[in-house]
């Protein structure tokens, strides 16, 4: 048993009308605040057979404050009730999913698992399944049609109302004494509304598990992976949220956290307006939805994209840390606050702050932002990110020395307009840019 799990738990196993010979429905209730706290019925599990499967919505509406159909099958629960982003739920009278095991496979038992805090969390449904090959098949059937008539096998029907609303609800579908339940590839869920009389009552469906009987040995869920870090000096508070990469808590404790220690708060000291606090606690989150984007970070919250991470330890993983550590701080948000007609700050400043802080500050010594022969036809002073970053420097180098605090500023507070360049300069923005271009040229000899 994960040592996530407790044992604190209301548990009733009852039979709910079988459809097969000897299949069995266990129905469990929890009601835990905080984790999953599952105990007899196996806890979620990350590898089971669902975990690629394809899930489709055949009949019924999604309910768009909660999550895709992708939360029923990725190996995550929510950390606690209420939490409509990592479950799924219909808007309306229920419907129906189908699940695609992508081939036909022993399966051993089905488990649905939900959490809510009131009336989402009961789960009444029935759920059919078939090979795909039975005379007449129909892999979609809508609502209209009764699956029977089509190619499908009721398997049982699931009602755990009368464990009441609240907390956790568990369903476990299984063969008495652990005989496969079929050969099937394909399931239907049949879902109801727990009240029909209270359209927003949909179950708030955390995963759904199936099990090969020749599958690999389960691996449970557990609840968040969250660390806090403290710098010496306590100013500031760091969460690492490592869930979804447990495999990465070790790397950021000994090695991304040192650098966030040191850099953090020479970001703030460099960046300092009147009346502007930086956050004092920063949330650094591990997450496996971010396509090809690295990392981002909105308000106080960065966060990293594991898989990108995972093969840049050695490279730039850091570094990219210490550019979004410095979007936290710039806080250009802030704006509104301060200002009510704030004015925008274009996107390459925004950007050439913090790659001016990464590659002139952080990291010089990697060169990353340097303008060659090879970029130099293409690098124009808004360019943004490694190009700005290098004429920023210029500008710093050049002409003065405390630009970055005043250009910070006036963005931070909604005042950003191209007179800042000359105010601090002497020159138009357009001019320094053409100087920094004629500097680049003598430097490589073009």
Known sequence: MNPNFSSALILAPLLLQPLCAAVTVETAHSPADKGFKIDRITPPARNDAATKATFT??????????????????????????????????????????????????????????????????????????KGDEAGFQKEPKRGTDPLTCGWKLIAKADTRSKGTGGQHVVSIT??????????????????????????????????????????????????????????DR?????????VAPDLTEWAEKELMPKVYEWYPKIVDMLPSEGFKAHRTVVLEFRDDMGGTPAYAIGNKLAMSAPWFRSQLKGEAKGSVVHELTHIVQNYWWAREKNPNPSPTPGWITEGIPDYVRWFLYEPESKGAEITRGNFARANYDGSYRVSANFIHWVIETHDKDFLRKLNTVAREGRYSEKIWKDCTGKSV?????????ANAKRLGL
């Open 57 to 130: 919505l055949v009949d019924g509406r999604r309910d768009g404050n909660g999550g895709e159909l992708a939360a029923l099958h990725n190996g995550r629960v929510p950390f606690e009730a209420d939490v409509p982003k990592d479950n799924f739920f219909f808007g309306g009278q229920g419907g129906r999913i189908e699940v695609d095991l992508g081939s036909a496979i022993s399966v051993k038992a089905i488990r649905s698992y939900s959490w809510h805090r009131d009336a989402r969390g009961p789960q009444v449904y029935q759920v059919y399944a078939a």
């Open 175 to 232: 063969e008495s004494g652990g005989k496969p339940i079929g050969e099937f590839q394909h399931l239907l869920f049949d879902i109801e509304t727990p009240d029909a009389d209270n359209p927003q009552s949909g179950t708030f469906f955390s995963e759904i598990d199936v099990v090969d009987a020749n599958g690999p040995a389960l691996e449970a869920v557990g609840g968040k992976v969250v660390k806090t870090y403290q710098a010496p």
């Open 235 to 243: 100013k500031y508070t760091y969460l690492v949220d490592s869930t």
């Open 430 to 438: 357009e001019e320094l840019g053409a100087d920094w271009k004629a």
